[in-house]
């Protein structure tokens, strides 16, 4: 009896083994639970100062929200771009790139000079003066200024040319020189577009214009090739129309920066010392007094 008991007793405390794994069991669970407990308590406080330390780091100059604690979009709504960010992403260049607003000289004196001084020529159609209120345009045919497929100006244009700088170089209005040609496709050694050679027929009166007096500061270049057409491409009178050099003077005027002062040198002169009256030598001695003074003196007694 007394074994059995033994074994008895000994099959029991297997049995209860189970109880030390479900303890541990529960311990992680109540461990797990605290865990998460502790991370949904967040102190906003702090996050609130996390945040705010980095919007001053990156000169963020909008208020924070709640931010990502409270469901906004977060730091980089576009709300709260700083105003130096808000002016990059929507700033673009003027269209005409023409810099400030000033008046330059009346467009209507220089159309009515530019009439006088291209009578003759604009009697055959070559050349055409517009103007409204923002611009004066004089159209060139590119048939006076250019031969076909070409890019080098002709001795006619040089005279042409010379007659428009006479009247544009003394004013100091803004000169667009704009290039259009018609739609036929052009590729050869030259041009592999009538892009660029509306650009390099441009290019070529631009230099013509420095060439007689324009100040270049004054002078820009635009191509438009076959794609800005004055008239319908799909005749030969149209197309003839489409190839043309355009110089435009604008409303405004360029104003150029007063020099700058050169700098002042400054001499320093030392005054020589003068001879005392009676004496004709200039040298100087210098005594010991008795007393333990000195006399400077120039007087040879």
């Known amino acids: 009896m007394r074994r059995r008991h033994r074994l008895h007793q000994q099959g029991r405390e297997h049995l209860d083994r189970w109880l030390v794994s479900y303890a541990d069991y529960m311990t992680l669970i109540f461990a797990l639970f605290v865990v998460l407990y502790s991370v949904a308590m967040v102190n906003k406080e702090k996050y609130h100062g996390i945040l705010e330390s980095l919007t001053q ?6 208020p924070v929200r709640d931010g990502l604690l409270e469901g906004s ?25 023409i810099a400030g607003k000033r008046d330059g000289a009346s467009l209507a004196s220089i159309d009515a000079a530019l009439i006088k001084a291209l009578t003759g020529i604009a009697e055959s159609g070559q050349v055409k003066v517009n103007r409204d209120d923002e611009w004066l345009t004089i159209e060139l045919n590119s048939g006076m200024l ?26 100091n209005n803004y000169v667009r020189v704009r290039g259009y040609t018609d739609n036929q496709q052009i590729r050869n050694e030259l041009f592999r577009s009538n892009w660029q050679l509306s650009a390099a027929r441009a290019s070529a009166v631009l230099d013509a214009l420095m060439t007689h007096g324009i100040d270049p500061h004054r002078l820009a270049m635009e191509a438009y090739g076959e794609f800005s057409p004055w008239a319908d491409n799909g005749s030969e009178a149209g197309r003839a129309q489409n190839r043309k050099v355009v110089i435009a003077l604008s409303r405004y005027g360029w104003t150029p920066a007063p020099p700058a002062s050169p700098p002042v040198e400054e001499t320093v002169t030392t005054p020589s010392p003068a001879p005392s009256a009676g004496t004709g030598s200039s040298d100087i001695k210098t005594i010991t007094l008795p007393q333990g003074g000195i006399r400077i003196t120039t007087r040879q007694d």
Do not use: C, N, W
């Open 73 to 97: 979009t977060g730091l980089l709504d576009s709300a709260e771009l700083p105003p130096e960010s808000a002016s990059v992403v929507a700033s673009e260049p003027p269209a005409t790139m």
């Open 146 to 171: 250019f031969a076909s497929g070409s890019a080098t100006l002709s001795i006619r244009a040089d005279g042409v040319l010379k007659a428009v700088t006479d009247v544009v170089s003394p004013v």
């Open 57 to 62: 780091a990156f000169s963020q100059t909008a």
